[in-house]
């Protein structure tokens, strides 16, 4: 399990993120519960956080965080709509954020850290291993109660990731046999041998690609795997040390715990955000056989 060694670690801008600072623990969270400057998102359906959340959450709907009217079902949204948002919600250049999932659905919030990330605010934003049922089963409060609105929005400073996302060119680009880049699948395996399209144009999957079903980065109490054993799993499919690992799914959400999983495992890591979506829509070559 990869642990944030001191919560502070999220502050400092000039220092780059490393995987060590992705997940903070329950008992890490707790002794940073109310302090200033730390904004807490509970990411999940709107009941769940009616009945049951952290003192100070935040609800975080993740459509908040994809454009108007955009082309494809999920996308990033615009730098000015995200800087918008987040300093509605009181997000200053001073902030620490940690996010958590109310439920076993973990990927709505890996794919806010993802935004987050985007948008430049890696080095300050965590996620809570384990998500509130991790909070819950060592017995830490929970209350219905809503935080009082932010009286005072607050000042960001955007600086835009290029090495977060990726197009549908740069996949291309780096179709097999092109070396240093991993193109991971992150969807279930009958999507990804072509047996259903889903609501995907086309069935199939991204020539070369390897899969790693997103549903199999955590335990079985939602804790992520232990680095060691991600780096084995990412291995076992041929990922070799050094390469850039390339996630995608159906619409860019599933693929953000892929993504995650492949960071906290020590990859350089990057999203396909259109995601099957767009590349069964286009005229790029998708596969269906059990082999490439």
Not at 232 to 261: E, K, M, N, S
């Amino acid at each position: 399990m990869i642990l944030v060694p001191a919560f502070a670690a999220l502050v400092a801008l000039a220092n780059p993120q490393g995987p060590d600072s992705l997940l903070i623990t329950s008992a890490q969270l707790a002794a940073q519960v109310g302090r200033p400057g730390l904004v807490l998102f509970h990411v999940g359906p709107r009941p769940d956080y009616d009945s049951a959340h952290i003192s100070g959450a935040q609800f975080l709907p993740v459509q908040d965080l994809n454009p108007v009217n955009g082309a494809l079902s999920l996308e990033l949204p615009t730098p000015e709509r995200m800087d918008s948002i987040l300093e509605s919600r009181g997000i200053s250049d001073q902030s620490r954020i940690v996010l958590y999932w109310s439920s076993e659905w973990m990927s709505p919030t890996t794919r806010a850290l993802l935004s987050l990330h985007w948008f430049g605010l890696g080095d300050r934003v965590a996620i809570l291993q384990g998500g509130l049922p991790a909070w819950r089963a060592e017995g830490r409060p929970v209350t219905r109660d809503v935080p009082t609105p932010v009286a005072a929005t607050g000042r960001l400073t955007p600086r835009p990731r290029q090495d977060v996302v990726v197009r549908a060119d740069f996949v291309q680009s780096h179709l097999p046999p092109a070396r240093g880049v991993a193109i991971v699948d992150a969807r279930d395996t009958v999507f990804y041998l072509g047996r259903l399209p889903g609501s995907m144009p086309r069935a199939g999957r991204i020539p070369g690609a390897v899969s790693f079903p997103f549903s199999t980065v955590a335990d079985s109490s939602g804790r992520f795997l232990a680095p060691t054993v991600l780096r084995a799993r990412f291995a076992a499919l041929g990922v070799q040390p050094g390469d850039t690992v390339v996630t995608y799914c159906h619409i860019g959400q599933q693929a953000t715990a892929v993504w995650l999983a492949a960071r906290l495992a020590g990859y350089e890591a990057r999203m396909y955000d259109g995601s099957f979506q767009e590349w069964s829509r286009g005229p790029y070559p998708t596969v269906t056989s059990a082999r490439d």
